[in-house]
């Protein structure tokens, strides 16, 4: 009863809103809504470009996208994009066996903030989806860019399914924000941010908090779990002139998270994700030319988790140390990218149990370079190499590696391009991987593999594009578990598949995106091919712009890779499911916004992660939230 009231309540409100909405914009002289198909991206080769001039394959989380449906953090945005997919053991606190975020079906992927790596030696998919779940600086957020496939010569170790770059706001002006939400599932959410610029001087401050409760599944059951999330920082820039440019930041994000495990063995768990980055850059522009960027990172990383009615905890700590320096030479014919990266991680895993602590280091020396030369008009040739020098504290040398890639890009008309390349990866064992006290293998040796790729861009005016690409990703040494849950590598991995994305601005007050993809994956060691990745996936993202009232929708269809050797289980509450979310707005005021946001609109049971595929029983599910509403209000000044 009481959520049928709810539900009523909430969409009253969206009417009352709508209609609001709608009679005032009649009264208003209509706001054309910004299309950004021109978008400048960066991640493709780290040179600007647009989507189309790329050549890869490549999508954009906007600004607007963002701001329209009031983002909480990354993983949010990143679930309506084209060839990302997510394997996670529903909200209910955060879960301490995180799976994360997957590209093109890999969980080896690199995560940047303006080009900077923020995933480390900790550990492929769980490090980086606790990062990208838990960021909600979402005010600080230009864009974000997705790269599908491996980019191992550019990015380095890990980049082999995709890498995910995310763009902060450049500072050009004095500004502040508060914004305060509530909602479903005892939902606080309270944000500050403030920036400005003082002649070459430039700062920018942020405070996040957000706070959530018990959840619900679209079946009404209730999963107990808490989840306390606070982060903050600081960015402060000088330019020296236009030619040199210092900026440092300081991130600190902290949650404190417990829950009800209902599936395994109904245990109690409270737990600690604390992370803390500091960021120094300095970029000089020495002409025309020739370009060079400084980079250093250093990550903080502390987990802790307790399996309360067992007395079990689990305790890491690891310092990730990054250093990097980029020189770009651009010229009529060639844009040549060179540099070195240098990182060191070091860290230890802990466990009650076994009461083991030792500290163990990993290294890498790497040096890159990387040509776009067009060879002819219309024709250009891309290739690349890479050199990794790793070295581990414990076990045997790991032997060096040697990464190439090349491209090879025609642009037929200049609205029709074609592409075709083949790009290697290169995967270095984890410290956690190589020595937790449960699961390690020491004698780990890194997984390499390559992907080859063809790809179409089809412009057919400035307000409709089309990219499609085909892919396959072939795997040597692949690091997955065996049956007594101890890491090995296994060879003969394979994934292979498409992505298809169109952009279309309809009209002055309607623009949609619409995703979609296919897949086959198969890798030895890796659960994720039994059952859980999609064999085909719709996205879709609509929007409308109209004087002070704003409407968003967002959401995906979802089509279940079965295995036949699960074929006799129910292991999911269902193989074919989509969701839906919605969002309004309503601008009385330029600085002044009231909305609402309806996550999962049509209230659909769906499960991520599932324990009948390892002898549970039907309904041993993982159950992701069900519908869920906020309403908020954020205030500019």
Request: aromatic share 12%; net charge negative.
């Given at each position: 009863m009481?959520?049928?009231?709810?539900?009523?309540?909430?969409?009253?409100?969206?009417?009352?809103?709508?209609?609001?909405?709608?009679?005032?914009?009649?009264?208003?002289?209509?706001?054309?809504?910004?299309?950004?198909?021109?978008?400048?991206?960066?991640?493709?080769?780290?040179?600007?470009?647009?989507?189309?001039?790329?050549?890869?394959?490549?999508?954009?989380?906007?600004?607007?996208?963002?701001?329209?449906?009031?983002?909480?953090?990354?993983?949010?945005?990143?679930?309506?994009?084209?060839?990302?997919?997510?394997?996670?053991?529903?909200?209910?606190?955060?879960?301490?066996?995180?799976?994360?975020?997957r590209?093109?079906?890999?969980?080896?992927?690199?995560?940047?903030?303006?080009?900077?790596?923020?995933?480390?030696?900790?550990?492929?998919?769980?490090?980086?989806?606790?990062?990208?779940?838990l960021?909600?600086?979402?005010?600080?957020?230009?864009?974000?860019?997705?790269?599908?496939?491996?980019?191992?010569?550019?990015?380095?170790?890990?980049?082999?399914?995709?890498?995910?770059?995310?763009?902060?706001?450049?500072?050009?002006?004095?500004?502040?924000?508060?914004?305060?939400?509530?909602?479903?599932?005892?939902?606080?959410?309270?944000?500050?941010?403030?920036?400005?610029?003082?002649?070459?001087?430039?700062?920018?401050?942020?405070?996040?908090?957000?706070?959530?409760?018990?959840?619900?599944?679209?079946?009404?059951?209730?999963?107990?779990?808490?989840?306390?999330?606070?982060?903050?920082?600081?960015?402060?820039?000088?330019?020296?002139?236009?030619?040199?440019?210092?900026?440092?930041?300081?991130?600190?994000?902290?949650?404190?998270?417990?829950?009800?495990?209902?599936?395994?063995?109904?245990?109690?768990?409270?737990?600690?994700?604390?992370?803390?980055?500091?960021?120094?850059?300095?970029?000089?522009?020495?002409?025309?030319?020739?370009?060079?960027?400084?980079?250093?990172?250093?990550?903080?990383?502390?987990?802790?988790?307790?399996?309360?009615?067992?007395?079990?905890?689990?305790?890491?700590?690891?310092?990730?140390?990054?250093?990097?320096?980029?020189?770009?030479?651009?010229?009529?014919?060639?844009?040549?990218?060179?540099?070195?990266?240098?990182?060191?991680?070091?860290?230890?895993?802990?466990?009650?149990?076994?009461?083991?602590?030792?500290?163990?280091?990993?290294?890498?020396?790497?040096?890159?370079?990387?040509?776009?030369?067009?060879?002819?008009?219309?024709?250009?040739?891309?290739?690349?190499?890479?050199?990794?020098?790793?070295?581990?504290?414990?076990?045997?040398?790991?032997?060096?590696?040697?990464?190439?890639?090349?491209?090879?890009?025609?642009?037929?008309?200049?609205?029709?391009?074609?592409?075709?390349?083949?790009?290697?990866?290169?995967?270095?064992?984890?410290?956690?991987?190589?020595?937790?006290?449960?699961?390690?293998?020491?004698?780990?040796?890194?997984?390499?593999?390559r992907?080859?790729?063809?790809?179409?861009?089809?412009?057919?005016?400035?307000?409709?594009?089309?990219?499609?690409?085909?892919?396959?990703?072939?795997?040597?040494?692949?690091?997955?578990?065996?049956?007594?849950?101890?890491?090995?590598?296994?060879?003969?991995?394979?994934?292979?598949?498409?992505?298809?994305?169109?952009?279309?601005?309809?009209?002055?007050?309607w623009?949609?995106?619409?995703?979609?993809?296919?897949?086959?994956y198969?890798?030895n060691?890796d659960?994720?091919?039994?059952?859980?990745?999609?064999?085909?996936?719709?996205?879709?993202?609509?929007?409308?712009?109209?004087a002070?009232?704003?409407a968003?929708?967002?959401?995906?269809?979802?089509?279940?890779?079965?295995?036949?050797?699960?074929?006799?289980?129910?292991?999911?509450?269902?193989?074919?499911?989509?969701?839906v979310?919605?969002?309004?707005?309503?601008?009385?005021?330029?600085?002044?916004?009231?909305?609402?946001?309806?996550d999962?609109?049509f209230?659909?049971?769906?499960?991520?992660?599932?324990?009948?595929?390892?002898?549970?029983?039907?309904?041993?599910?993982?159950?992701?939230?069900?519908?869920?509403?906020?309403?908020?209000?954020?205030?500019?000044?």
């Open positions: 009481i959520k049928k009231k709810l539900t009523a309540a909430v969409l009253s409100s969206l009417a009352a809103m709508s209609f609001t909405g709608s009679a005032l914009a009649a009264e208003q002289a209509p706001e054309l809504n910004e299309f950004t198909l021109d978008t400048l991206i960066v991640t493709a080769s780290r040179i600007p470009s647009t989507i189309t001039d790329a050549k890869a394959d490549v999508s954009v989380v906007t600004r607007e996208h963002i701001e329209d449906m009031h983002m909480e953090n990354v993983d949010e945005a990143l679930r309506t994009v084209p060839g990302v997919q997510f394997l996670n053991y529903g909200t209910n606190g955060m879960n301490a066996n995180l799976s994360g975020i590209i093109n079906g890999s969980k080896d992927i690199v995560i940047l903030v303006d080009g900077v790596r923020v995933t480390d030696f900790q550990g492929s998919g769980s490090s980086g989806y606790a990062y990208t779940a960021m909600s600086n979402m005010d600080n957020i230009e864009r974000i860019e997705v790269l599908r496939g491996s980019a191992a010569t550019v990015y380095g170790s890990g980049a082999k399914g995709g890498v995910i770059n995310i763009i902060t706001r450049k500072i050009n002006d004095n500004q502040a924000s508060i914004n305060i939400a509530r909602g479903s599932f005892g939902k606080e959410n309270y944000k500050f941010h403030n920036q400005g610029r003082r002649g070459k001087f430039s700062y920018s401050t942020y405070y996040d908090k957000t706070l959530v409760g018990d959840i619900e599944d679209g079946a009404g059951k209730t999963w107990e779990g808490s989840t306390n999330t606070k982060s903050n920082g600081i960015k402060l820039a000088y330019d020296f002139n236009d030619q040199h440019k210092l900026s440092i930041s300081y991130d600190k994000l902290k949650s404190e998270y417990s829950g009800l495990d209902g599936v395994y063995d109904a245990h109690h768990y409270d737990g600690l994700y604390d992370s803390k980055n500091l960021t120094i850059k300095y970029d000089t522009q020495f002409s025309e030319k020739w370009s060079n960027a400084l980079t250093y990172r250093k990550n903080d990383v502390e987990t802790f988790y307790n399996k309360i009615s067992e007395g079990l905890e689990n305790h890491s700590d690891y310092s990730y140390d990054f250093l990097s320096d980029q020189v770009t030479l651009d010229t009529s014919r060639h844009t040549v990218v060179f540099g070195f990266d240098y990182s060191k991680g070091s860290g230890y895993n802990v466990q009650a149990a076994s009461n083991v602590k030792k500290n163990r280091t990993m290294k890498n020396y790497s040096y890159y370079v990387q040509d776009d030369w067009e060879i002819i008009p219309d024709v250009t040739l891309s290739g690349g190499i890479r050199y990794d020098r790793p070295e581990r504290g414990e076990g045997p040398e790991l032997d060096t590696h040697t990464s190439k890639s090349y491209k090879l890009s025609w642009d037929i008309t200049d609205k029709d391009t074609i592409y075709a390349g083949r790009s290697d990866f290169y995967i270095l064992p984890s410290i956690d991987q190589m020595y937790n006290t449960q699961w390690s293998n020491a004698k780990l040796s890194p997984a390499e593999g992907t080859t790729s063809i790809g179409y861009n089809k412009t057919f005016d400035d307000n409709n594009i089309l990219t499609v690409n085909w892919f396959e990703t072939k795997s040597d040494k692949i690091i997955g578990f065996d049956s007594e849950g101890q890491y090995q590598n296994y060879d003969d991995g394979v994934s292979r598949g498409w992505n298809a994305q169109y952009m279309t601005q309809l009209s002055d007050r623009s949609a995106t619409l995703g979609w993809s296919h897949l086959f198969h890798a060691g659960n994720y091919e039994m059952g859980y990745y999609p064999k085909d996936m719709a996205t879709f993202s609509i929007q409308y712009d109209y002070k009232f704003n968003g929708l967002d959401g995906f269809y979802f089509m279940r890779k079965v295995n036949d050797k699960y074929a006799d289980k129910q292991g999911w509450p269902a193989d074919n499911y989509a969701v979310n919605l969002s309004l707005n309503y601008k009385p005021t330029d600085n002044l916004t009231f909305y609402t946001k309806v999962n609109l209230d659909k049971l769906y499960a991520e992660h599932t324990n009948v595929i390892h002898g549970g029983e039907p309904g041993s599910w993982y159950y992701m939230p069900g519908r869920s509403f906020v309403v908020g209000m954020e205030l500019k000044f």
